[in-house]
């Protein structure tokens, strides 16, 4: 059956070339995400949720477009995200990849998605690198990166006299681009690092490495991971009495997802930067409202969920303006860079042709409990990074696709 | 106590030869991807049938259960990663330098391990096998979590351009069969008959004056070198180099696939991994059932199927499989 | 006369210890299982686990606190055992031992599995029980006083076992039971009963251990399989016949870990490998195992 429906539309594909290609209105895209581990969180479900809120509102079925969604789990193994990828490239023919948490996930299925002309827009991994080392004519970097956490979280901590640090650090791709800008920022502000410690991903027990941060005497212990990880180290150094004894965490990395599972008292006055937060105006609150409805468990979206929806959102602008799917991602991408971005939930922005989609960043601080007025009331805004500081200046970007 | 072994129950059945059934293994495997089997499917589960055979090499022909035999599959993957993609080396030296570099580590843990038997020589290859593994999860040339990515494939021999699917295809049938081959001429052979004589009763042979703990040994470090040599094809592949490769739960995966498809047989490690590898694929969306899954055949296996398939198979046709 | 670096040493030992605390629990139960069944539980992390989840879910299901959980899910998980024990391995006797090691190793991936479905693979807070809160200052470190309980209250179980197995009626049994059952059955005592037992309250130890480590590592399906490895090298290194070898070593093992922490940390996950190896070239039946 299937062969002879396939031979049918090629013979009418072959009878009126033309038309036959003009109205490809076929997309397929996937999701690619951590759904049960350390990051399931930060993404997980609400990714998948975020995405097919995108293609609702996009109302590209109306049009008459028909957009499958698929998703899988790549549990956060750069092995696994890669299988997975190369599959929906060869065998399930999708168009795009979008999600995808976790730098080392992220840097690995880059290569595919480059090698296989796919459209891959990532919203959750941190790295840097992805806008300027690996960057890629196929690639575009949504949600945030190292570098703005550095100099976001990292530049205001260390202008608040918090001068030297030790970091703890999630031994991959992501913990060590996070050491590695923070500590260009630090240096470059006068502050000093006195050392750090690499711990495993998914780590359950901190205590030695938190022993270590304290005996380094450091007034800053920074904390690049994420996560689970994030949240452990937190919970831990107050058992162990760290954060009373004088030193201080900085969470160079949190969600609003860690903030709402510690809860306020333990995660009070703790400055971090994100690029999106639910109640952070009209546009914000609104998508949040009819997010959080249909989560199972009624969070409200992370910053990574709401990046899937607003990169998907621009990917279909983008096959609108072109009339039908080329089924070619660098052309695709390109096509993106070329419109301006515009959602109720990142603002206007753009696309840098090093693939870095940018917007502005904002220092949040996290409330002390009595300031909480309703639930998910959380955050104090301290400061906005403008669009064009909270990103790698396109003149130091490392990436060969910039024109010098 | 008397205990029965940890071996084949092998049926005493006539000598035949096994030829025609290898031909015709070769045969189905060679036209699978032009029957529409994705192709990156078959490549896989041959890599891993051809690890899953020389691990019953040691079980199944020397009686040690390796519990630790990640480590070559992982091993050679890194080595080989880094010989094609540092060193740029072409990707049959790639794949024979990860080759030897498992079976040198064979010897290595070989020596201490074979020390041991039963059940102590099991707990001591996995141990020894998490001691690799949280080498490579710290080592600078691995690359830890995020592993070595984006391997080349290049021209094979110079001439075979494997970054087409079915050339590489072909090349990697060519290195499963040669492997295979191999295992089947060392069990057949006289060193392979004194294997067999050692795993029956080894202070029989020592006192025939063979020098077990050397043919031991030697056993070690050939089923070593030959899962490097699937390891190692399997990063040509897949060209990427993880740490799933070396946790201990492809120990366990490996042992798995030849008790399901019977261990000691000569086919049934290739049933095994084909089944096993089918299973992952094409249940992965069921996530974490595909573990329970593997649990369940495991516990079946072990109390009521303990020949596994192709051992069931070789008890009905009476022959040797 | 503390300066940083006594400081730090002390603090490292101090988290080895409370490490060698659960290796010591738990190989104490591995060897307790071996000494009698001969087989490896592969199964003692994942039920080990279970026992974390049981104090979870007594906590937040059934609003049972932390101390009715540390007896009742040993029991709960111990009664599992027993039922494994009935149902599956003891159709394994008279086979050769590994089956025993493969069997249990399947069970271990169906109960992870299971639970990794339900619950992902991050982990679920357990808050630490209200009299225990706080700390002490000691001076080099802060001590939890959570923590500082799970030293003392471990390394009491570990004595009562070795007590109850080495010096009582009832271990004498159980010691000749496992040198000559058929002589000790013939004596009226019913061994396959005792077997079953004896797996149970190995079981019950896993599960008291990982009532114990819910607070500190949060309740995750994997945490048994992360911990499972190291313990079997502990096993190994103490020997495997020795209930005293299982618990100094466990002990002996975490200490060696934190010093490890200390001088070199990028070695402190190998050490106890490194030990191992270097035991079985010179004694390949473990510190105090027999021949």
């Avoid at chain 1, 168009?95 to 827009?121: H, P, Q, R």
């Amino acid at each position: 059956m299937k062969t002879s429906v396939s031979t049918l539309a090629l013979m009418a594909a072959l009878a009126l070339p033309g038309a036959a290609f003009a109205q490809d209105k076929n997309v397929k895209i996937g999701v690619l995400d951590d759904m049960s581990g350390l990051y399931a969180d930060v993404g997980g479900q609400g990714s998948i949720l975020a995405a097919q809120m995108a293609i609702e509102d996009s109302g590209m079925a109306a049009k008459g477009w028909k957009i499958d969604l698929i998703s899988a789990d790549h549990q956060n193994k750069p092995d696994v995200g890669v299988n997975l990828a190369r599959q929906w490239a060869d065998q399930e023919k999708v168009d795009g990849i979008f999600g995808v948490l976790t730098s080392s996930v992220a840097l690995a299925v880059n290569g595919v998605a480059k090698e296989k002309n796919l459209v891959y827009m990532n919203s959750g991994a941190a790295t840097s690198d992805l806008t300027n080392s690996a960057c890629s004519p196929n690639t575009v970097h949504w949600t945030y990166d190292t570098y703005l956490l550095a100099n976001g979280t990292g530049k205001a901590v260390v202008k608040s006299g918090g001068d030297s640090w030790f970091f703890l650090t999630a031994d991959y791709a992501f913990g060590h681009a996070l050491e590695r800008d923070t500590t260009d920022v630090i240096k470059a502000n006068n502050g000093k690092v006195l050392g750090s410690v690499r711990h495993p991903l998914n780590s359950a027990d901190f205590s030695s490495f938190l022993l270590q941060a304290q005996a380094s005497k450091a007034k800053i212990i920074g904390l690049a991971n994420a996560g689970g990880d994030t949240t452990n180290a937190i919970k831990q150094a107050s058992e162990f009495g760290i954060t009373g004894s004088g030193q201080q965490l900085a969470a160079l990395l949190l969600f609003y997802s860690d903030v709402h599972s510690l809860g306020l008292k333990m995660t009070q006055g703790l400055q971090f930067t994100e690029t999106f937060y639910w109640d952070l105006n009209d546009g914000t609150r609104a998508f949040s409202k009819r997010f959080s409805d249909r989560m199972k468990n009624k969070n409200q979206p992370t910053m990574v969920q709401a990046g899937i929806y607003a990169s998907i959102i621009h990917y279909m602008k983008a096959l609108e303006a072109n009339g039908s799917n080329p089924h070619d991602g660098v052309k695709m991408v390109e096509k993106m860079k070329s419109m301006p971005t515009d959602d109720a939930l990142f603002g206007k922005g753009e696309i840098q042709p090093n693939g870095r989609k940018i917007h502005p960043g904002y220092l949040f601080e996290v409330k002390k409990p009595q300031e909480s007025k309703y639930p998910g009331d959380y955050y104090k805004l301290i400061a906005t990074i403008p669009a064009n500081e909270a990103f790698t200046p396109l003149d130091k970007s490392a990436c060969a696709l910039v024109k010098k | 106590m008397t205990t029965t072994p940890i071996k084949p129950v092998s049926p005493a059945a006539p000598e035949r030869s096994e030829t025609p059934i290898i031909m015709g293994m070769i045969a189905v495997l060679a036209v699978l991807p032009l029957l529409g089997v994705y192709p990156y499917f078959v490549m896989q589960a041959l890599c891993f049938a051809l690890f899953a055979c020389a691990f019953n090499l040691l079980i199944g022909y020397v009686g040690l259960l390796s519990f630790g035999h990640a480590m070559f599959l992982g091993t050679a993957g890194y080595a080989s990663a880094h010989a094609a993609k540092v060193w740029g080396l072409a990707p049959e030296l790639s794949i024979l330098f990860g080759t030897l570099a498992s079976g040198a580590l064979g010897v290595l843990v070989g020596l201490i391990a074979i020390r041991r038997q039963g059940i102590y020589f099991s707990m001591t290859t996995l141990a020894l096998a998490q001691m690799i593994y949280f080498f490579y999860l710290q080592a600078k040339f691995t690359h830890g979590e995020d592993g070595i990515q984006g391997v080349p494939r290049g021209l094979f021999l110079g001439v075979l351009d494997i970054s087409k699917p079915l050339v590489l295809f072909y090349v990697v049938l060519a290195i499963f069969v040669a492997g295979f081959l191999l295992i089947y001429r060392t069990i057949n052979s006289p060193f392979g008959e004194i294997l067999k004589a050692i795993r029956e009763n080894e202070p029989r042979a020592i006192s025939l004056g063979y020098r077990t703990a050397r043919y031991k040994l030697a056993a070690f470090a050939l089923s070593a070198a030959l899962a490097g040599l699937a390891g190692a094809t399997k990063v040509i592949v897949s060209q990427n180099a993880s740490l799933t490769d070396v946790r201990w739960e492809m120990s366990g995966e490996v042992v798995l696939m030849t008790l399901v498809g019977g261990l000691g047989t000569i086919f049934g490690p290739v049933v095994g991994a084909f089944i096993i590898i089918a299973m992952q694929q094409y249940l992965a969306e069921f996530g974490q059932w595909v573990l329970v899954i593997q649990g369940v055949i495991f516990v079946a296996c072990v109390l009521a199927f303990r020949r596994g398939i192709v051992g069931e198979a070789a008890k009905v046709l009476r022959r040797n499989l | 006369m503390f300066n940083i670096s006594t400081q730090a040493l002390f603090a490292q030992l101090l988290v080895g210890l409370i490490n060698g605390s659960f290796y010591a629990l738990l190989s104490l139960g591995l060897a307790v299982i071996f000494g009698m069944l001969n087989i490896i539980n592969f199964a003692h992390g994942a039920l080990y686990m279970m026992g974390a989840f049981c104090a979870y879910f007594l906590l937040n299901v059934l609003g049972i606190n932390y101390w009715m959980a540390l007896i009742l899910a040993p029991l709960l998980i111990g009664f599992l055992g027993v039922v494994l024990e009935r149902t599956m391995l003891q159709r394994l006797a008279g086979l050769d031992h590994l089956y025993g090691l493969l069997l249990t190793f399947g069970l271990a991936l169906i109960i992870q599995g299971l639970f990794q479905n339900y619950f992902g693979s991050s982990g679920l807070p357990y808050a630490i029980p209200q009299q225990l809160t706080g700390g002490q200052n000691l001076g080099f470190m802060f001590l939890p006083n959570y923590r500082a309980w799970v030293v003392i209250f471990s390394l009491t179980i570990c004595l009562a076992t070795w007590f109850a197995i080495e010096k009582t009626k009832l271990g004498a049994y159980l010691r000749a039971a496992t040198e000559n059952p058929t002589l000790v059955r013939a004596f009226g005592v019913n061994v396959p009963r005792m077997i079953t037992l004896t797996y149970g309250f190995g079981v019950g130890l896993a599960a008291l251990a990982g009532v114990l480590s819910a607070p500190i590592n949060q309740v995750r399906p994997l945490m048994g399989a992360d911990l499972i490895i190291v313990v079997f090298a502990v096993v190994v290194i103490g020997g495997m016949g020795s209930i005293m070898g299982s618990i100094v070593t466990g002990f002996a093992l975490g200490i060696l870990e934190g010093l490890t922490k200390y001088f070199y940390p990028e070695a402190s996950n190998t050490v106890v490998f490194v030990i191992m190896a270097i035991v079985l070239m010179v004694k390949p039946n473990g510190l105090f195992g027999r021949a």
